[in-house]
Every structure is written in structure tokens, then in C-alpha cells.
């Protein structure tokens, strides 16, 4: 059975960091997408980076250069660094992974997972300014 464990969320100031990790328990696939996805209060659930099993990266406009998404493929780890924290990056932070195989490209990002697709309980971020 696979269980993906979201750690690392907590309160921060502006301009500080947070790193983010998903332990990917059960989690076999040699053709995956990951990603890391979040909800502002409030708000519709959005993607934030993503990464494929090639090492293809992607990123939302608002986080690129300041946030990394990178895998342990030893640990069977997802990580998030986010570095340069705005009050606007507070949410429910999600680590996200597909069920089946999954072609490389932006679309996990911008469209979103599947509906049969792997979610972790989330980990929240707070980000004051």
C-alpha cells in the first residue's frame, strides 16, 4: 500500500526558509510524476513544482528561483526547498504522485494530477510578514 508522509511545514517570517520532505512509502513506479501542490486560505488547490522520473523539473511562475523540488530515488524522498518565503506561500502544502505511468511535460503541473492519484494529509506553511 503506498502512503506518501508530508514533514518540515511550520511558521516562518518573510524571507526565511522551510524545507519540505515526502516519505514515499510502497511507492515502486519507474515512470512517475511528483509534485508538490498547495492551498492558500481560501483558495483552489494549485501547483507548485513537479518533477518527473527523467529529472524534468517544473515550476509555477510564482516560486521559480526560489523554490527546488528534487528526489532521493535511495530514500524514496520528495523534497521542497523553499527559500524566500512570501506571506503569499502560506497553505496546505501536498506531495502528489501518479498511480500509473506518466509521460514528462508541464501538464501534472499546470492541469493538475488525475483523479486516481497519490496525496499525502498535507503540511501546512505560514509565512508572516
Known amino acids: 500500500q503506498v502512503q506518501l508522509v508530508e514533514s518540515g511545514g511550520g511558521s516562518v517570517q518573510a524571507g526565511g526558509s522551510l524545507r519540505l520532505s515526502c516519505a514515499a512509502s510502497g511507492y515502486t513506479s519507474s515512470r512517475y510524476c511528483m509534485g508538490w501542490f498547495r492551498q492558500p486560505p481560501g483558495k483552489e488547490r494549485e501547483g507548485v513544482a513537479t518533477i518527473h522520473s527523467d529529472g524534468s523539473t517544473y515550476y509555477a511562475d510564482s516560486v521559480k528561483g526560489r523554490f527546488t523540488i528534487s528526489k532521493d530515488n535511495a530514500k524514496n524522498t520528495l523534497y521542497l526547498q523553499m527559500n524566500s518565503l512570501k506571506p503569499e506561500d502560506t497553505g496546505m502544502y501536498y506531495c502528489?504522485?501518479?498511480?500509473?505511468?506518466?509521460?514528462?511535460?508541464?501538464?501534472?503541473?499546470?492541469?493538475?494530477?488525475?483523479?486516481?492519484?497519490?496525496w499525502g494529509q498535507g503540511t501546512q506553511v505560514t509565512v508572516s510578514s
Open positions: 502528489a504522485a501518479t498511480k500509473y505511468d506518466c509521460y514528462s511535460g508541464s501538464w501534472y503541473l499546470d492541469d493538475g494530477p488525475p483523479p486516481d492519484n497519490y
